[in-house]
């Protein structure tokens, strides 16, 4: 009983140490579309760690890219990508005004993988398996990188390796009693929620809508984003893209993405008239 009492009081004392190391935010304003959740963000995880962790991974693997002569090989692709990034960045003040200084680079990756990223601070790439598969219109492609830029902004990175801290935190302190250990390195944790966990329906919902208003803003059909997933649903199997692979079915996601299309069409025919 003894034990029993002080593994509580340990669990106790770790839940009340990981709920006062975070705090609720919002990392955007809401445009538009209205994406307005507040977020629980650790102070154990600072947007400028995160960023600045995200910008060595990032350059290693631009290197490593570099070294297998598998970047940014095809120049008319690469002008392409760059072109339909450029507009997209020009329109992320809507829904945060400081991320227009963030230092944006994108690059064209030669790898089979049908995939596209954003890190923290906005380092992105997109893979020619996706180009070669998908065969993306340049709206297709805005909608996209687009949904990318979109779980950057929202800081759904930091987001989600703030949950895995906080958890750990209560881990921490029960492996006092244990011996065993829950830490984490944050490049660790970075890499994981970037390139091997599969994002929360909440954030692809988000990243969705907020990339639909992007794209409409930058002057990009937003209806294409349905197309885009009617084209993932054929790639289907391993070959589908993590950023589309969270939703219980097409229809669901595509209804959504009709609702919000539809809502950002006004937007996407003043931006077609200047």
């Known amino acids: ?26 990392t955007t304003q809401s445009g538009a579309i209205g994406v307005n959740r507040s977020q629980l963000m650790s102070g154990l995880v600072s947007a400028q760690a995160l960023e600045q962790e995200a910008g060595q991974q990032y350059a290693q693997i631009i290197a490593q890219a570099r070294a297998q002569n598998a970047l940014d090989r095809d120049p008319k692709l690469v002008a392409r990508v760059n072109a339909i990034t450029k507009r997209l960045v020009g329109q ?31 380092k992105m790439a997109v893979y020619t398996g996706l180009v070669n598969r998908i065969k993306p219109t340049d709206d297709e492609l805005a909608a996209i990188i687009g949904h ?38 944050l490049g660790g944790k970075l890499s994981e929620v970037m390139f091997t966990l599969p994002n ?9 809508r907020m990339g639909v208003e992007l794209a409409a803003r930058a002057g990009f059909d937003p209806r294409a984003a349905i197309t885009l997933w009617q084209k ?13 692979s969270t939703h219980p079915s097409a229809s669901t996601r595509i209804a959504e993405l009709r609702q919000a299309s539809e809502q950002v069409m006004p937007l996407y025919e003043q931006a077609r008239k200047k």
């Open 1 to 26: 009983m003894i034990l029993v009492r002080r593994f509580v009081r340990t669990a106790a004392v770790g839940g009340t140490l990981a709920l006062a190391a975070c705090s609720s935010v919002n």
């Open 92 to 122: 992320v003040g809507t829904f945060r005004p400081d991320a227009v200084s963030w230092q944006w680079e994108m690059h064209v990756i030669s790898q089979d993988e049908v995939n596209a990223w954003c890190m923290p601070g906005g």
């Open 148 to 185: 990318e830029i979109a779980h950057a902004l929202r800081e759904h990175a930091r987001e989600r390796v703030s949950q895995q801290m906080v958890t750990n935190i209560g881990l921490s302190v029960l492996s006092i009693a244990t011996g065993s250990s829950a830490a984490s390195d």
């Open 200 to 208: 929360s329906r909440t954030h692809e919902t988000e990243a969705d």
């Open 232 to 244: 993932m649903e054929q790639v289907g199997g391993a070959g589908q893209p993590e950023f589309l």
